[in-house]
């Protein structure tokens, strides 16, 4: 994992979401690449150009975030981009090649009761980039267990573990995997890809509705320093297909979430 997107909208956690990113790719040696999208639509006759100026000024609002982090040893390097947000990252990842997304859970617009919002419910949604949402406030500590729930335990993608794989064996984080037997449940679907056989430290089965109802109950008797799960149309975030958000009533995440890609059923 060498190359670490941190998207910036307009909040007051950015520094934070950023500080997290810089703070993790120290740990493993990443660049870290602080991005931010901006639209520009062209008139005819516009003397001034516009696109210039916002461009422009969002380098300026991209380095004032940087100005008041701890940029430590880290190569950090800003990109703006006139675009779409997804379709931005998708050039940006294209060109460079990014391993990890870094972002926050919500921008200040969003309502208190939102646990995802718009812009960090698209990335997840859409991007077929590893995702790691940090909660608001929250300081980089090398991971010590992670919780990995899943519905399937088959894997398609090739690199599909690669950023959990990373965090066990630099961090010596124990895996515990979570799977979660629902009415769709397949016999197939009760195979254990090898990969996840090989880094796990435990194994617990429980049968529920959704793949959310099992992470809950997990939780009422367990803690973990991260939860990781797959991106799927009807896995864990199926209200992101319904739209880009999620409230807190519907999930919420205290500790940092990864999101992974990589299940058949994924598309």
């Not at 037997?181 to 430290?201: G, M, R, V, W």
Request: charged fraction near 25%; charge should be negative.
């Amino acid at each position: 994992m060498k190359h670490i997107l941190v998207p910036i909208g307009s909040t007051e956690n950015a520094s934070n979401t950023l500080q997290y990113a810089i703070d993790l790719a120290s740990e493993i040696d990443a660049k870290v690449f602080v991005f931010r999208a901006y639209r520009v639509i062209s008139k005819a006759g516009t003397i001034i150009n516009v696109n210039e100026i916002i461009e422009r000024e969002t380098n300026l609002y991209l380095r004032s975030i940087i100005n008041v982090v701890n940029t430590k040893s880290v190569e950090v390097k800003m990109i703006s981009a006139n675009g779409d947000v997804i379709d931005s990252i998708n050039k940006v990842d294209k060109e460079l090649g990014i391993d990890l997304i870094v972002v926050g859970p919500k921008s200040n617009s969003v309502k208190e009761e939102v646990f995802l919002g718009s812009t960090s419910g698209s990335i997840v949604k859409y991007s077929k980039i590893p995702v790691l949402v940090v909660p608001n406030g929250a300081t980089f500590s090398p991971f010590k267990t992670a919780l990995t729930a899943f519905k399937s335990g088959v894997i398609t993608k090739e690199d599909a573990l690669h950023p959990l794989e990373m965090i066990a064996s630099k961090f010596n984080t124990e895996v515990d995997l979570l799977l979660v037997k629902t009415p769709a449940t397949t016999e197939e679907d009760l195979l254990l890809d090898a990969k996840l056989s090989k880094i796990q430290q435990s194994l617990t089965i429980t049968e529920k509705d959704t793949t959310f109802a099992g992470v809950l109950e997990y939780f009422e008797s367990n803690t973990t320093d991260m939860l990781c799960v797959f991106r799927r149309k009807r896995g864990f975030f199926k209200k992101l297909w319904e739209s880009n958000t999620i409230l807190k009533s519907e999930f919420y995440c205290d500790i940092p979430l990864l999101v992974l890609s990589g299940l058949s059923g994924d598309q």
